[in-house]
C-alpha cells in the first residue's frame, strides 16, 4: 500500500519557516509525500546497556503529524526503561538520568529518520528525568535504585510521559503516569506550566483530586488537544485504585477528564472498556466532542495467551454525564454513598450516568500482515481518513527477573521489537 498525500505550496513553506527543535535535517520535504504500509525506525538510537543489553529506541508512547508538513511525526518516549527487583514497588533504572524526549521523525521511504530532538527540562531549563516524584509531589508509591543498587533520587519534575499534544505555536502539552501531571513545554522543552492534583505545579492550577488515587504506571496515558485549542482532554488508562485497589481494579469505568486551559474548570465523563483489565493507550482529539481512543490488552498477536483487544475507537463526549466532584473531595463525587469505581454498570445506569459513546474505527487484530506487538500506544491522524498508529518498543527490553533485562523479541516474528507507524486507510472518512 503507497498512500500519497499533496501538499498545498504554504505548507511547505511554513514548515521550512518553523522549527521547535535541534534539526538536523539537510533537505527541504517534498511537495507530495507517500505514505508505506508501514515505516520502521531503521536506526534506532543506543541509549545504554544493562548486562550486556542494549536499550535502544524508545519512542512511540504518542505520536502527533505535524501541522505543517505531513511527512514529518513527533513521536515520544516514556520515562526510560527500567524493571522490578525482588522488592515489592522497587524499580531498577539502568538510565536514572534518562531525559524524557519527543523526537521528530520524517518518513523516508519505507524507514522513519529522526531529524531533531526536544528534550524536557523544568521552568529553570535543568532537564527533568523519568525518576519517580517525590511524596506529596506525584509519588505513586514507587521508588528506584541505579545499577549499583544504591537508591536514586526522586525527582520532582520527572516525568513518565505518555500522553502528547501538539500545538499550532509550536508548543507542547504532555501527560504522564506519575501525579498525574499534564505539562506545557515551549517548543525547547522548557516548562510553562505544570499541572496536577496537588497544586505544586507551576502557577498552581489542579486537576481533579481524585486523579492522585490513580493506579502506579496507569496514569494519564493519553492527552488531547480540540481543535480550537482551548480544552484538553485526559484519559486514565486504567480505573482509579477508588476506594480500594480491589475495587478499583475490578472495575470498566475508565475517566475521561477534561481541561478547560483559560479558566482552569475541568469535568469528567466515563469511558466503559470492552473487559475489565483492558488500557486506555491515547486519546487524539477530531472535533470538540468527539476523539479517538486506543483501548487494548497487554498480549501479543499469537502469544500465548494470545491478544484478544488492540482496537481503535471514535468517542463522543456530547452526550455523556459529568461525574466531576464540584467539591473537588479527595474520593470524588459519590453515588448512592459509593464511588464511581465501586459502581456496577447497572448502578450507573441508575443513577443516571451516561457513559461516552464508542464506535469502532479499526482492529489492528484484523491488518492485514498481522499487529505483531503487545503495545499499541500512539494515534494520530493524517487528512481525514489516513489512520496513523505507533507501537511502543520498551526500549527494546523487558524484565528477565531478579533486576536483569533481557531482548524484547516477538513472539510472531522472533525479531527485536522496534518502533513501527502502521499507515491505514480507512474506508470512512472520520471527519
Known sequence: MNIRCVRPFYAVVAALLSSGCNDDSSTAPGENVTYPAKAVDAAPVTWGTQGGVAI?????????VDPTDPSVFWIMTDRGPNTTTAVANRLLFPLPNFVPTIGKFRIAGDSLRRIGVV????????SISGRPNPAGQGATGES?????????TP????????GLALVKDGTFWVSDEYGPHIVHFDAGGRTIERI???GSGTGGRRLPQVLALRRPNRGMEGLAITPDERTLVGAMQSPLDNPTATIGRASDAHRIVTFDIATGATKTFVYEVDAVGNLICEIQALTATTFLVIERDGLYQGGSPAAASKRIYKIDISGATDVSDPTNSAAGKLFGGKVLEALSKGER?????TPV?????????THPGGYPHDKLEGVTLVGRDLLVVSNDDDFGVVDGGNSTFISKLLPATQQRDRVVLYFIKLNTPLK
Open 357 to 365: 459513546s464508542k464506535t469502532l474505527v479499526y482492529d489492528l487484530l
Open 155 to 162: 525527582d520532582p519534575d520527572g516525568m513518565d510521559s505518555e
Open 349 to 353: 445506569a441508575s443513577n443516571s450516568i
Open 56 to 64: 535502544s529506541g524508545g519512542y512511540g508512547s504518542a505520536v502527533v
Open 196 to 198: 496536577n492534583p496537588f
Open 144 to 152: 528506584g535504585i541505579d545499577p549499583a543498587g544504591a537508591p536514586i
Open 119 to 126: 528534550d524536557l527540562k523544568n521552568a529553570s531549563g535543568v
